[in-house]
């Protein structure tokens, strides 16, 4: 007899999340792994409630993630698209020079950020990841801002189309 209690019903937590497979990225093994994980049990565990084995487990946990991971991307992509400001940051750039320019197309647009110049700073840098490297903008970025004040950044990375 293990020491470990009985997982959850992973279908019961599907049901209570609304988990509705003909509108979600993940199919429904991929929903009940993460769920499970999500709550700490192990994927040997899960492979016995499921009737599977641990290394299925694993290779449908590391493709669920992989596609939420791809939702969030293509979340962020449909907001940058709907954002008024789109301010383009070339490489080279210092990131002191960043706010001015965000302020100033927020201007234009009418569209108020409510952020100081070093929260802005902040907020920018920690999105742009190693994009950024001190003051200096290594890699060019697309600064969004919606409507209502919401800061995003994405990396642009321009490739030569031939």
Known sequence: MSDEPDPPDPDGILE????????????RRQAQVLAL?????????????LGTSRANVSSVESSARTNVEKA???VAFAEA??????VEIDAEVDLYDVPTRVYAACDEASV???QSAPELMRSISEAAGDAISGREVKRPLLVGVT???????????????E
Request: charged share 35%; glycine share 6%; proline share 4%.
């Open 37 to 49: 994980r999500e709550r700490g049990v192990s994927q040997a565990t899960i492979a016995d409630r």
């Open 81 to 86: 698209l709907r954002a008024p400001v789109q």
């Open 16 to 27: 209570r999340i609304g988990f509705d497979p003909e509108t979600n990225v993940l199919t």
């Open 147 to 161: 409507n209502d004040g919401v800061v995003r950044v994405r990396r642009l990375d321009r490739r030569n189309d």
């Open 112 to 114: 108020k950020v409510n």
């Open 72 to 74: 969030h991307e293509t």
